[in-house]
T-cell receptor, first 115, second 119 residues
Framework: NAGVTQTPKFQVLKTGQSMTLQCAQDMNHNSMYWYRQDPGMGLRLIYYSASEGTTDKGEVPNGYNVSRLNKREFSLRLESAAPSQTSVYFC??????????????FGQGTRLTVV | AQKITQTQPGMFVQEKEAVTLDCTYDTSDQSYGLFWYKQPSSGEMIFLIYQGSYDEQNATEGRYSLNFQKARKSANLVISASQLGDSAMYFCAMRESPLIKAAGNKLTFGGGTRVLVKP
C-alpha cells in the first residue's frame, strides 16, 4: 500500500505565486490533515477534514485554502505565497469513528521555499 | 492557549539507559487520546504509542511505555534501554473526541523534544 502520498516533494516559489500541494491516501480514512513544520519546531495544524466535503480551520489557517473533493484527496492551496510560508508541509490521514482512536499516518512531506 | 506542552527542547541520554520525555496537555473533554510520534533526521513521522483517556493501564509497546497521570494531565514517554537509533525528535499529540463534538477530529502536536543518544 502506498499509504499517504504527497506531491511535490520539493518546491521553490517566488513571493506572490500560487500553488497547490496534493495529498492522496489509499486507506479509506475519513479524517485528513494538513500541518506545517518550521525548522526545529512542532507540527502546527493548518486545516483538517473530518469527512468528504467538510473542512475546518486549525491553528494557522491564514494564507491557505483547502479542498476535500473526495474521500481520497485533500489539497492545500497557497493563493499568494509569502516567505513566512517557507516550511515543510505534512499531510496525514486517520481512520475515525472510534473513541479509542487509531494513529494518523503521515506523508513524506513537501519542502516549500518561498523567495 | 497551547494544548500540548513539551518543556524539554533537547536531551542527552547514554546508550542503554532509560529516558523520560515530558508531555502535559490541556483539554476539557472527558474522552481523548494521546499519541507519541518519533521523527528521525530523515523527516518521516513514525507512530510509537497510544493512550486513551479511559484506559486504566499505562500503554506499553516494546521499549516504549507511557506514564499516564490523568489528574495531572501528563502523558510522559519512557524509552527504556536507549539505542543509537533512538536519536530523533519526539512529539506528543492529542486527539480530542470526535463523538462529542462534530468537528472534534483535531490532532494537535506539542513542540517536540530532541533526543540524542550517546554511545
Amino acid at each position: 500500500n502506498a499509504g499517504v502520498t504527497q506531491t511535490p516533494k520539493f518546491q521553490v516559489l517566488k513571493t506572490g505565486q500560487s500553488m497547490t500541494l496534493q495529498c492522496a491516501q489509499d486507506m479509506n480514512h475519513n479524517s485528513m490533515y494538513w500541518y506545517r513544520q518550521d525548522p526545529g519546531m512542532g507540527l502546527r495544524l493548518i486545516y483538517y477534514s473530518a469527512s468528504e466535503g467538510t473542512t475546518d480551520k486549525g491553528e494557522v489557517p491564514n494564507g491557505y485554502n483547502v479542498s476535500r473533493l473526495n474521500k481520497r484527496e485533500f489539497s492545500l492551496r497557497l493563493e499568494s505565497a509569502a516567505p513566512s510560508q517557507t516550511s515543510v508541509y505534512f499531510c496525514a490521514s486517520r481512520r475515525d469513528g472510534e473513541i479509542w482512536g487509531t494513529e494518523a499516518f503521515f506523508g513524506q512531506g513537501t519542502r516549500l521555499t518561498v523567495v | 492557549a497551547q494544548k500540548i506542552t513539551q518543556t524539554q527542547p533537547g536531551m542527552f541520554v547514554q546508550e542503554k539507559e532509560a529516558v523520560t520525555l515530558d508531555c502535559t496537555y490541556d483539554t476539557s473533554d472527558q474522552s481523548y487520546g494521546l499519541f507519541w510520534y518519533k521523527q528521525p533526521s530523515s523527516g518521516e513521522m513514525i507512530f510509537l504509542i497510544y493512550q486513551g483517556s479511559y484506559d486504566e493501564q499505562n500503554a506499553t509497546e516494546g521499549r516504549y511505555s507511557l506514564n499516564f497521570q490523568k489528574a495531572r494531565k501528563s502523558a510522559n514517554l519512557v524509552i527504556s534501554a536507549s539505542q543509537l537509533g533512538d536519536s530523533a525528535m519526539y512529539f506528543c499529540a492529542m486527539r480530542e473526541s470526535p463523538l462529542i463534538k462534530a468537528a472534534g477530529n483535531k490532532l494537535t502536536f506539542g513542540g517536540g523534544t530532541r533526543v540524542l543518544v550517546k554511545p
